[in-house]
């Protein structure tokens, strides 16, 4: 079993940034990725970013490239989310995703790719 703790969500002004992290904990030796997902109210959960564990590539949604950036400290087994310029449509649940490597390519992007979830952190950008 893997467990992930979220953190560091809150509320910030437009314009303002904040960085969630996401610390893994457990079979971590199973995870070859790990991803973000957000869930606005009344909306679907949507994919934010995600990376692996063996290369530097980061994938992230259209609408957040040039503001987002994943990042990863194995040593801590962390993944760490920063998000500038952030817009009150970015207020939502985000939520961090642990897989254990059984998706196609390209289906970071899709929650059926991940098995392991955190309960979730609430980010709220006022105008």
């Known amino acids: 079993q893997v467990q992930l703790v979220e953190s560091g969500g809150g509320l910030v002004q437009r314009g303002g940034s904040l960085r969630l992290a996401c610390a893994a904990s457990?079979?971590?030796?199973?995870?070859?990725?790990m991803g973000w997902f957000r869930q606005a109210p009344g909306k679907e959960r949507e994919f934010v970013a995600a990376?692996?564990?063996?290369?530097?590539?980061?994938d992230y949604a259209d609408s957040m490239k040039g503001r987002f950036t994943i990042s990863r400290d194995n040593a801590k087994n962390t993944v760490y989310l920063q998000m500038n310029s952030l817009k009150p449509e970015d207020t939502a649940v985000y939520y961090c995703?642990?897989?254990?490597?059984?998706?196609?390519?390209?289906?970071?992007?899709?929650?059926?790719?991940?098995?392991?979830w955190g309960q979730g952190t609430q980010v709220t950008v006022s105008s």
């Open positions: 995703a642990a897989t254990p490597g059984r998706y196609a390519s390209g289906g970071l992007k899709f929650e059926v790719s991940y098995v392991w």
């Open positions: 990376i692996t564990w063996s290369d530097l590539s980061p």
């Open positions: 457990g079979r971590t030796g199973s995870i070859p990725a």
